[in-house]
C-alpha cells in the first residue's frame, strides 16, 4: 500500500492551493483519512482528518479556511487551503487508516512542501 501526496507549492499569503493523497495497493477497505504539517523545529501536527463516514476534524488554526473531503470510490482524500497564511508553510504529509489483506495499518505519504510568503 502506498499514498502519494502531491499540489504542493509556493503561493503568497492569501491564496490558495489544493492538495491530493491518492491510496494505492492492495487494499481492503481505507478508514479515515487525514492530512498532518510539520515545520521545521516543529512537531508534526494534525491538520484534518475524514472518517469513510464523513466525520470531519480540525485544527483550530485552520478551521474556516480549509476543508477536507474524499473521494471513496477513488481513494484518495483532498485538502483545500484558502486564505493561506505565512504560518501555514509546512511539508503536508497524508495519513490513511487502512485494511489492506487481514490487518489494520496506518500509513504516511510522502509529504508534500506548502511554503506561503508574506
Known amino acids: 500500500v502506498q499514498l502519494q501526496a502531491s499540489g504542493g507549492g509556493l503561493v503568497q499569503a492569501g491564496g490558495s492551493l489544493r492538495l491530493s493523497c491518492v491510496a494505492s495497493?492492495?487494499?481492503?477497505?481505507?478508514?479515515?483519512m487525514g492530512w498532518y504539517r510539520q515545520s521545521p523545529g516543529k512537531q508534526r501536527e494534525l491538520v484534518a482528518t475524514i472518517a469513510r463516514g464523513g466525520i470531519i476534524n480540525y485544527a483550530d488554526s485552520v478551521k474556516g479556511r480549509f476543508t477536507i473531503s474524499r473521494d471513496n470510490a477513488k481513494n484518495t482524500a483532498y485538502l483545500q487551503m484558502n486564505s493561506l497564511k505565512p504560518e501555514d508553510t509546512a511539508v503536508y504529509y497524508c495519513?490513511?487508516?487502512?485494511?489492506?489483506?487481514?490487518?489494520?495499518?496506518?500509513?504516511w505519504g510522502q509529504g508534500t512542501q506548502v511554503t506561503v510568503s508574506s
Open positions: 495497493g492492495s487494499i481492503f477497505s481505507i478508514y479515515a
Open positions: 495519513n490513511a487508516v487502512i485494511r489492506a489483506t487481514t490487518r489494520i495499518e496506518d500509513y
